[in-house]
């Protein structure tokens, strides 16, 4: 079972159990029956699991999914471990027994059958247990990462380029403008040298069409001086 498998729902028609081996007392073998290994919410998708102060998401498909790999590496040829001894505690505690007298129970049900079973490996076997779900969690965490590289990562290595290319962009547009901002000033100061430049020409036109016409007043007359006397 994989990080991608907790997303698999159980079909709405399936009762959701979990096949577990339980000692009878009238029998000496082990038998499967349909009991959940752990407390089951009542839920067919995800759940909140109060405990206060905090307040936790849980999903019981995944539990599920974990119980299936715990069952599928239980012991063999019948002998007895934690989940036989859980199964028994649970249908115990569903007399109403309180939870340290159900396991006492469901532990002294079996050693009855099997002798040979010791406190000692119903821990080892919880220990066993322990290690297979942490080691789920693990291949889970390894199996997240690799789900948030393709749905987040990758993403968020092209948000970092786009990023980059707008950065590049505006400097770009910085550039643009401020070469823009130079042409406006330079446009700017030659109409001001066109302006001054134009009423100066104006003015020395000005002042030579004046000369001009000092030159010639003075010419037309003395010709008209001229003219008129006798000579």
């Known amino acids: 079972m994989g990080f991608k498998d907790f997303f698999i729902k159980p079909d709405e028609n399936t009762n959701n159990t979990q096949e577990v081996y339980n000692t009878s007392a ?5 038998q499967l029956v349909q009991q959940p290994i752990v407390n089951q919410i009542p839920s067919t998708d995800s759940v909140q699991a109060t405990n206060e102060p905090t307040t936790t998401t849980i999903d019981n498909s995944i539990v599920d999914n974990i119980q299936k790999v715990m069952i599928s590496n239980s012991t063999k040829n019948n002998e007895p471990d934690y989940l036989t001894v859980k199964q028994n505690a649970s249908a115990l505690m569903e007399m109403s027994l309180p939870m340290q007298q159900a396991f006492e129970g469901g532990f002294r049900t079996i050693k009855k059958s099997h002798p040979e079973f010791t406190k000692e490996l119903l821990l080892k076997s919880i220990d066993n247990y322990i290690s297979i779900v942490e080691k789920e969690r693990s291949n889970g965490k390894e199996q997240c990462a690799q789900l ?3 749905k987040v990562g990758d993403k968020e290595n092209s948000i970092k380029e786009l990023e980059k290319t707008k950065a590049d ?3 770009q547009l910085l550039s643009i403008q401020n070469e823009i901002n130079n042409t406006n000033n330079t446009i700017s100061t030659l109409k001001e040298t066109i302006a001054q430049d134009s009423s100066e020409i104006k003015k020395k036109e000005q002042i030579f069409n ?7 007043d003075s010419l037309n007359k003395d010709k008209n001086i001229i003219n008129i006397i006798n000579i």
């Open 148 to 150: 948030y590289k393709e």
């Open 210 to 216: 004046n000369s001009v016409d000092y030159v010639l």
């Open 169 to 171: 962009l505006e400097q």
């Open 26 to 30: 009238s029998a000496n073998r082990v």
